[in-house]
């Protein structure tokens, strides 16, 4: 009396659920029936109310009855749900108890004939064997099939609720996950120009007084190209890849500006394989070269370092210059396109600070290793 292909709510609206074998279903029916017809038989032998020897007769009656009514019932449920539990599920309850009461008769009808094989009663008490017994089959039954459609109803329902719940939070997670990655491949495309222009006038400012210095800024230039063209597919790169695009950067500006660039780069090799978002270090550093050493006569001394602590990378821009405050940075700027890159990678963990200490200003630049 398992019901498989059972209504999608109570009301009768049915819906398909998952096919199981029926070898699995008789299985679990035929235990069942053995279960329950030996408790109620030990309970009466318990209570007095049956003999040993009669309570063997009961129990083998009982078992009887059960397996001739209940076996088919499954089948018959089972078919009826995957026929006509859509096409009709506000009459398909009907069509189970319809179906509980026919497969009740046919299975009386069969259970009395078994009786009377096995010599549990004469052929004469038949008809009245029969009538004794064949409403009280068709009430449990009905009661029985129609409880447990109800309870499969349920079961399915939650099943269903929980697998589309489960399928919204995937499409919900995948649709923030796609809305992420365009917000930061928007935010690394915006990067791209503006480093390129600066660098172009790098070498424009190189070409009268020294063609072939600008030559090899070129090359220079298409390394850092390639790099940032990599770097917005690949989302992190190592922190060592991203050293040598600060340095030659670095390089690049200091054909420009001669002397009054000057640079420090003390980063442990032992963390070059650590990942951080591209050019990161590259637009602190930009930001100090285009703020303080483009704007001193003097020009600037820029000391890059890194530490990793607790599991967190922490990276460190320190120049001469009189430093500022985060609070006027604007989304537009490098440092702006900074933050909200570190939103999207870190949310909460990604940090960005400035101070000024010993008469220089400083930058750091922390997150999750």
Same mark, same amino acid.
């Given at each position: 009396?398992?019901?498989?292909?059972?209504?999608?709510?109570?009301?009768?609206?049915?819906?398909?659920? #998952?096919?199981?074998?029926?070898?699995?279903?008789?299985?679990?029916? %035929?235990?069942?029936?053995?279960?329950?017809?030996?408790?109620?038989?030990?309970?009466?032998?318990?209570?007095?109310?049956?003999? =040993?020897? =009669?309570?063997?007769?009961?129990?083998?009656?009982?078992?009887?009855?059960?397996?001739?009514?209940?076996?088919?019932?499954?089948?018959?449920?089972?078919?009826?749900?995957?026929?006509?539990?859509?096409?009709?599920?506000?009459?398909?309850?009907?069509?189970?108890?319809?179906?509980?009461?026919?497969?009740?008769?046919?299975?009386?009808?069969?259970?009395?004939?078994?009786?009377?094989?096995?010599?549990?009663?004469?052929?004469?008490?038949?008809?009245?064997? =029969?009538?004794?017994?064949?409403?009280?089959?068709?009430?449990?039954?009905?009661?029985?099939?129609?409880?447990?459609?109800?309870?499969?109803?349920?079961?399915?329902?939650?099943?269903?609720?929980? +697998?589309?719940? &489960?399928? &919204?939070?995937?499409?919900?997670?995948?649709?923030?996950?796609?809305?992420?990655?365009?917000?930061?491949?928007?935010?690394?495309? #915006?990067?791209?120009? *503006?480093? +390129?222009?600066?660098?172009?006038?790098?070498?424009?400012?190189?070409?009268?007084?020294?063609?072939? /210095?600008?030559?090899?800024?070129?090359?220079?230039?298409?390394?850092?190209? &390639?790099?940032?063209?990599?770097?917005?597919?690949?989302? +992190?790169?190592?922190?060592?890849?991203?050293?040598?695009?600060?340095?030659?950067?670095?390089?690049?500006?200091?054909?420009?500006?001669?002397?009054?660039?000057?640079?420090?780069?003390?980063?442990?090799?032992?963390?070059?394989?650590?990942?951080?978002?591209?050019?990161?270090?590259? @637009? /602190? $550093?930009?930001?100090? $070269?285009?703020?303080?050493?483009?704007?001193?006569?003097?020009? %600037?001394?820029?000391?890059?370092?890194?530490?990793?602590? @607790?599991?967190?990378?922490?990276?460190?821009?320190?120049?001469?210059?009189?430093?500022?405050?985060?609070?006027?940075?604007?989304?537009? *700027?490098? =440092?702006?396109?900074?933050?909200? &890159?570190?939103?999207?990678?870190?949310?909460?963990?990604?940090?960005?600070?400035?101070?000024?200490?010993?008469?220089?200003?400083?930058?750091?630049?922390?997150?999750?290793?």
């Amino acid at each position: 009396m398992i019901c498989e292909n059972i209504p999608a709510n109570i009301e009768v609206a049915a819906s398909p659920v #998952r096919t199981r074998s029926y070898a699995s279903i008789a299985l679990r029916v %035929a235990g069942f029936i053995c279960g329950s017809t030996l408790l109620i038989v030990v309970l009466l032998l318990s209570l007095g109310i049956m003999r =040993l020897s =009669l309570g063997i007769v009961h129990f083998v009656a009982a078992f009887i009855y059960s397996a001739m009514i209940a076996l088919p019932s499954m089948f018959v449920l089972n078919w009826i749900g995957a026929r006509f539990g859509e096409r009709f599920p506000r009459l398909v309850v009907l069509m189970y108890a319809a179906a509980q009461v026919c497969t009740a008769v046919a299975g009386s009808l069969a259970a009395v004939l078994i009786f009377i094989i096995v010599g549990i009663i004469p052929p004469a008490r038949y008809w009245i064997e =029969l009538r004794s017994n064949i409403f009280f089959a068709i009430v449990m039954s009905v009661m029985i099939g129609l409880t447990i459609a109800t309870y499969e109803t349920l079961r399915y329902r939650l099943q269903a609720a929980k +697998l589309e719940l &489960r399928t &919204r939070q995937l499409e919900q997670e995948r649709a923030y996950k796609l809305l992420a990655e365009a917000q930061l491949s928007a935010l690394e495309s #915006r990067i791209h120009p *503006h480093f +390129l222009f600066n660098t172009l006038n790098s070498i424009a400012a190189l070409i009268p007084r020294d063609p072939q /210095l600008a030559e090899d800024t070129v090359g220079k230039l298409a390394s850092l190209l &390639r790099f940032s063209l990599k770097a917005n597919r690949s989302g +992190l790169v190592p922190l060592g890849q991203e050293i040598k695009i600060v340095r030659d950067y670095l390089e690049i500006e200091k054909t420009r500006f001669g002397q009054r660039l000057r640079y420090e780069i003390n980063v442990p090799t032992a963390l070059d394989d650590i990942k951080v978002p591209p050019l990161a270090l590259q @637009s /602190l $550093v930009e930001n100090s $070269v285009k703020h303080v050493v483009s704007q001193r006569q003097q020009g %600037a001394t820029i000391e890059i370092g890194a530490t990793m602590n @607790s599991n967190r990378l922490r990276l460190v821009v320190i120049d001469d210059g009189p430093g500022f405050s985060l609070d006027d940075i604007t989304p537009e *700027h490098g =440092l702006g396109n900074l933050i909200g &890159r570190l939103d999207l990678l870190f949310g909460a963990d990604g940090h960005l600070e400035v101070t000024r200490e010993e008469e220089k200003a400083t930058v750091h630049l922390s997150f999750p290793a």
